[in-house]
């Protein structure tokens, strides 16, 4: 079986920009997460898609938003980039809701905001 | 809400040694607990977790963690510790009647040296 894969791996957008970062899901997964790992910081939860629906937000402004697909891949869209976007951005697959589920992480897309 | 406090951003310790990783977490519900390992450059991969059970649960590679609930309390050790151990370890919760997302803190460098 494929695990999670992202792309791109790094990324740099010049602030005001948008951005779109893709996610592949492991296989058999029907939920996809987007974390933000700023330097030296956990991840922060930006929110959940489930079965093409988004299931579940963090405390992050509209200009981020994502979509899932038919095949249960996903996109993480930002716009109007601002430096503080600057971080590492995490993909988790997961099978279902429940919160006892093992979540799968991709490698992560770099993203700087020069 | 959860919150989850790892006190200590950088342990530094010997090959060979034992080595302690404090989670303390805060929450009015139920929730799962989770520790995750990052290497490098890489995405994040679930060491071990609580669900229900016994307190006591053990990885693959010799780490060990222990849910006390009086203490709200979920500490990581290992025995004696490789360089090869030498990450970033994030303690995780999980609310147990809700959907999927993960609550991390700020994770704690651990230095193995030689």
């Known amino acids: 079986e494929t695990g999670v894969t992202q792309s791109p791996t790094h990324l740099i957008k010049t602030r005001g920009q948008q951005v779109t970062l893709r996610c592949s899901s492991q296989s058999g997964h029907n939920t996809v997460s987007w974390y933000q790992q700023a330097l030296g910081q956990g991840p922060q939860f930006i929110f959940q898609y489930y079965r093409e629906e988004e299931n579940g937000r963090g405390n992050f402004p509209p200009r981020f938003s994502g979509l899932q697909f038919p095949n249960y891949s996903s996109e993480l869209n930002v716009n109007a980039l601002e430096l503080d976007d600057s971080a590492l951005y995490l993909c988790?697959?997961?099978?279902?809701?429940?919160?006892?589920?093992?979540?799968?992480f991709g490698q992560g897309t770099r993203l700087t905001v020069v | 809400a959860q919150s989850v406090t790892q006190l200590d951003s950088q342990v530094p310790v010997f090959e060979e040694a034992p080595v302690e990783l404090r989670c303390n977490y805060s929450s009015s519900v139920s929730v799962y607990l989770f520790w995750y390992v990052q290497y490098p450059n890489q995405g994040l991969q679930l060491l071990l977790k609580y669900l229900s059970g016994s307190t006591l649960v053990e990885s693959i590679n010799g780490f060990e963690a222990e849910f006390n609930k009086s203490q709200t309390s979920f500490h990581l050790r290992k025995p004696s510790v490789h360089i090869s151990d030498t990450a970033e370890y994030f303690c995780?919760?999980?609310?147990?009647?809700?959907?999927?997302?993960?609550?991390f803190g700020s994770g704690t460098r651990l230095l193995v040296r030689p």
């Open positions: 988790a697959s997961n099978m279902g809701l429940a919160a006892n589920t093992e979540a799968f």
């Open positions: 995780a919760v999980s609310e147990v009647d809700s959907s999927y997302k993960l609550i």
